[in-house]
């Protein structure tokens, strides 16, 4: 009986083996149709998404994103019209950008931004990070950490055939958390990344180290199952936009909410309870001068956003969340980092002042 036993363990063993040699192997790409509550997100897309299906840490994910072509503006037939010429072909491998979300905006949220760089000739991928909006939300049996995000992303990239060197690297932008996500994404891919924006990035202070009480998990939980429409708009409209409201800032914050009441909110608040927990104990802080990409830097200096600051004690709040100082402390630590400020705009100047934003942006990206 008890060599029966063994044999039997052994073969669910390698039976669970394989199941997860599958699920981490096979990846697909879903054009969908999809169901219109997604995930416990039924924000529409005004883009047309798909869905990677893959494997990580066992589970079947599927990790929801954007893939939009470059906009090659026509050019005007000056030949004569007796004269036969060919059509050049598009170049097969345009450029790419990948471009990452924070913590409380969406893939969708970089519209504006993906409109901008398709124009200027880039291909551009924006994922839904797992546990996020559109994506899979495995709740509390996911491990988050920024290394398993950044291959979840490579993965994706993979797939998509955007990782041979010859591609000629990829530009890189991260708002906010996904600053500190394309921060880790170059370190551990450098050879992938040509370029690395940062977009106002948390992350730029080791915030327990400053003194912010390091929360159970169960204290975080908390406060995001407590998260709606207005506590989100107050906290927006407070360090986003410095006190201001308007249409195109109310959009987000409906689709926020929307999350933290749908269908998959007992999973959402969980994955993010998490998210903030990898914040707070995998810094990159301390690896910004290992950084080989070039990379910019642009910083909303109103801005005050600061994980654990709010239940930090007075001597230690004070002292969180300085953009106007931090910025060029961080740029002065990276080796190959220009800094564009904006000294009027808070944490999301690509929202705040898109034309002002992007026409920094575009102009680095041509130097």
Same mark, same amino acid.
């Given at each position: 009986?008890?060599?029966?036993?063994? !044999?039997?363990?052994?073969?669910?063993?390698?039976?669970?083996?394989?199941?997860?040699?599958? /699920?981490?192997?096979?990846?697909? !790409?879903?054009?969908?149709?999809?169901?219109?509550? =997604?995930?416990?997100?039924?924000?529409?897309?005004?883009?047309?998404?798909?869905?990677?299906?893959?494997?990580?840490?066992?589970?079947?994910?599927?990790? /929801?994103?954007?893939?939009?072509?470059?906009?090659?503006?026509?050019?005007?037939?000056?030949?004569?019209?007796?004269? #036969?010429?060919?059509?050049?072909?598009?170049?097969?491998?345009?450029?790419?950008?990948?471009?990452?979300?924070?913590?409380?905006?969406?893939?969708?949220? @970089?519209?504006?931004?993906? /409109?901008?760089?398709?124009?200027?000739?880039?291909? +551009?991928? !924006?994922?839904?990070?797992?546990?996020?909006?559109?994506?899979?939300?495995?709740?509390?049996?996911?491990?988050?950490?920024?290394?398993? =995000?950044?291959?979840?992303?490579?993965?994706?990239? *993979?797939?998509?055939?955007?990782?041979?060197?010859?591609?000629?690297?990829?530009?890189?932008?991260?708002?906010? =958390?996904?600053?500190?996500?394309?921060?880790?994404?170059?370190?551990?891919?450098?050879?992938?990344?040509?370029?690395?924006?940062?977009?106002?990035?948390?992350?730029?202070?080791?915030?327990?180290?400053? %003194? +912010?009480?390091?929360?159970?998990? *169960?204290?975080?939980?908390?406060?995001?199952?407590?998260?709606?429409?207005?506590?989100?708009? %107050?906290?927006?409209?407070?360090?986003?936009?410095?006190?201001?409201?308007?249409?195109?800032?109310? +959009? @987000?914050?409906?689709?926020?909410?929307?999350?933290?009441?749908?269908?998959?909110?007992?999973?959402?608040?969980?994955?993010?309870? &998490?998210?903030?927990?990898?914040?707070?104990?995998?810094?990159?802080?301390?690896?910004?001068? &290992?950084?080989? *990409?070039?990379?910019?830097?642009?910083? %909303?200096?109103?801005?005050?956003?600061? !994980? %654990?600051?709010?239940?930090?004690?007075?001597?230690?709040?004070?002292?969180?969340? &300085?953009?106007?100082?931090?910025?060029?402390?961080?740029?002065?630590?990276?080796?190959?980092?220009?800094?564009?400020?904006?000294?009027?705009?808070?944490?999301?100047?690509?929202?705040?002042?898109?034309? #002002?934003?992007?026409? /920094?942006?575009?102009? @680095?990206? #041509?130097?």
């Amino acid at each position: 009986m008890l060599f029966l036993a063994l !044999i039997l363990a052994a073969s669910a063993v390698a039976a669970i083996a394989s199941q997860s040699k599958t /699920a981490t192997n096979n990846t697909t !790409i879903d054009n969908g149709p999809f169901p219109t509550d =997604l995930n416990g997100s039924n924000f529409t897309y005004p883009h047309p998404f798909q869905l990677f299906h893959f494997g990580s840490q066992g589970l079947p994910l599927g990790m /929801a994103f954007i893939d939009l072509p470059p906009i090659v503006a026509p050019t005007a037939n000056t030949k004569p019209q007796h004269v #036969r010429y060919t059509r050049k072909k598009p170049n097969p491998k345009p450029k790419i950008a990948l471009l990452l979300h924070g913590k409380n905006f969406c893939s969708i949220t @970089w519209s504006t931004t993906a /409109a901008t760089l398709q124009k200027a000739g880039y291909r +551009v991928i !924006i994922p839904d990070q797992i546990g996020f909006c559109k994506s899979s939300k495995p709740g509390t049996l996911y491990q988050y950490s920024l290394h398993q =995000l950044a291959l979840n992303t490579y993965s994706l990239l *993979s797939a998509l055939d955007l990782t041979d060197p010859s591609n000629n690297g990829i530009t890189v932008v991260g708002h906010s =958390l996904g600053g500190m996500l394309a921060t880790r994404f170059s370190l551990l891919y450098p050879d992938l990344v040509s370029s690395l924006v940062l977009v106002n990035p948390i992350g730029l202070e080791p915030y327990l180290e400053l %003194g +912010v009480p390091y929360p159970d998990l *169960s204290v975080t939980l908390k406060t995001e199952q407590t998260s709606n429409y207005m506590s989100i708009k %107050g906290y927006e409209q407070s360090t986003y936009y410095l006190g201001a409201w308007a249409p195109e800032y109310n +959009v @987000w914050a409906m689709m926020l909410a929307q999350i933290y009441a749908g269908t998959e909110a007992q999973n959402f608040v969980e994955g993010q309870a &998490r998210v903030v927990d990898m914040v707070l104990t995998q810094p990159v802080f301390y690896e910004f001068p &290992r950084v080989r *990409s070039k990379t910019l830097l642009m910083v %909303g200096t109103k801005d005050t956003t600061a !994980i %654990g600051k709010q239940w930090s004690p007075p001597d230690v709040k004070e002292k969180l969340g &300085r953009y106007e100082l931090i910025g060029k402390e961080t740029a002065n630590r990276m080796p190959n980092c220009t800094l564009v400020e904006f000294e009027d705009l808070g944490h999301a100047p690509q929202i705040q002042a898109p034309d #002002r934003f992007h026409a /920094a942006l575009l102009q @680095w990206l #041509r130097t």
